[in-house]
């Protein structure tokens, strides 16, 4: 079993639609908890950033943490089409980068 | 600020040639990383440096693997021979101490590469 499940998708959406992604965890050290945006033939980018459980809101964007439920999730509202990329979740039990696992990525696809 | 330049953007090679991937982190980061992305396994960390010293390498998957970083503006990851289970994308990636608190990396966009 990996250590963070993520579904691949894609999953297609409406301009306009809220949208859900997710990802859960069997590691119950993991504290820190980041969501990545990567475009097509692109480098992935940092999107959020949250530490232990519980919400943060960045304009259209909401992380949540279930650290209970071993469960993260990004919300993201008004969809766009140029939200279209693929999400990753990332997150670790310390800070700095060497155990920073990565979520193997949900395509998103958001249709005019 | 141009960012994290990778190169080659592509590279296609045969089974048991040398391959070498080249990046140049932003100016004024002091650590770099070298990630492996599959659609399987994901975003893995193979090296990461700190002030141009390899720090964690336990990433490499085998002797096959060497990265190098001669000063603070390039860092080469070779492959030596490659194989086809080598085939992925390769990222690049750098950070300051300001930005690693938020977990910050700014990515590279990285090299596909193809070993028939």
């Known amino acids: 079993q990996k250590e963070v499940e993520q579904d691949p998708g894609p999953l297609s959406v409406p301009e306009g639609a809220i949208v859900s992604l997710n990802c859960t965890y069997s590691?119950?050290?993991?504290?820190?908890f980041m969501w990545y945006r990567q475009y097509s033939r692109k480098g992935p980018e940092l999107l959020m950033y949250?530490?232990?459980?519980g919400n943060k809101e960045d304009g259209r964007f909401t992380a949540q943490v279930d650290k209970s439920s071993k469960y993260i999730s990004l919300f993201i509202r008004d969809s766009q089409p140029s939200d279209s990329a693929t999400y990753l979740c990332?997150?670790?039990?310390?800070?700095?980068?060497?155990?920073?696992?990565f979520g193997t990525g949900t395509r998103l696809l958001v249709s005019p | 600020d141009a960012g994290v330049i990778q190169s080659p953007r592509h590279e296609v090679t045969e089974m048991g040639q040398e391959v070498t991937l080249r990046c140049k982190p932003i100016?004024?980061?002091?650590?770099l990383f070298w990630y492996r992305q599959t659609m399987m396994r994901g975003l893995e960390l193979l090296i990461y440096?700190?002030?141009?010293?390899?720090?964690?390498d336990s990433g490499m998957p085998e002797d096959r693997f060497s990265a190098k970083m001669p000063n603070a503006s390039f860092s080469t990851l070779k492959i030596q021979p490659s194989e086809p289970r080598d085939s992925a994308v390769y990222f690049c990636?750098?950070?300051?101490?300001?930005?690693?608190?938020?977990?910050?990396?700014?990515f590279g966009s990285g090299t596909q590469l193809s070993v028939l």
């Open positions: 990636a750098s950070t300051s101490d300001r930005d690693a608190t938020n977990e910050k990396l700014f």
């Open positions: 590691n119950s050290a993991f504290q820190y």
């Open positions: 949250t530490y232990s459980s």
């Open positions: 990332a997150m670790s039990a310390y800070t700095g980068f060497q155990k920073l696992v």
């Open positions: 100016s004024g980061h002091d650590y």
């Open positions: 440096f700190n002030n141009n010293v390899p720090i964690d």
